[in-house]
């Protein structure tokens, strides 16, 4: 059984850092696709960033625009995402998702439960 557990999530102050981790167990991350997505209240989801497992290129950075870095740690079976300077925007319910395959994708197959992430003065 496939299950990824987010944590790292908060209230963070504008201008500040969080870290996001995302345990994966069931199924190994090497050479698959794992990304970040993101839900605001109100709001359809929204692709963060994400990782190709074949080439290792991150996918979606405009999203991103230069705050968020991904990273993936597969001895760990552990996919990170950095992120700094927040905003009040940025609030929302993040998962990271891990698909079977390499390639990114707006629906990749595993999805976490979510960790909240709230950017407040």
């Known amino acids: 059984q496939v299950q990824l557990v987010e944590s790292g999530g908060g209230l963070v102050q504008p201008g500040g850092s969080l870290r996001l981790s995302c345990k994966v167990s069931?199924?190994?991350?090497?050479?698959?696709?794992v990304g970040w997505f993101r839900q605001a209240p109100g709001k359809e989801r929204e692709a963060v960033l994400c990782i190709n497992g074949r080439d290792e290129r991150t996918y979606w950075e405009h999203s991103a625009k230069g705050r968020f870095t991904i990273s993936r740690d597969n001895a760990e079976n552990t996919v990170y995402l950095q992120m700094n300077t927040l905003k009040p925007e940025d609030t929302a319910i993040y998962y990271c998702?891990?698909?079977?395959?390499?390639?990114?994708?707006?629906?990749?197959?595993?999805w976490g439960q979510g960790t909240q992430v709230t950017v407040s003065p």
């Open positions: 998702a891990v698909d079977f395959y390499s390639a990114c994708r707006d629906d990749l197959e595993y």
């Open positions: 069931g199924i190994r991350l090497d050479y698959r696709a």
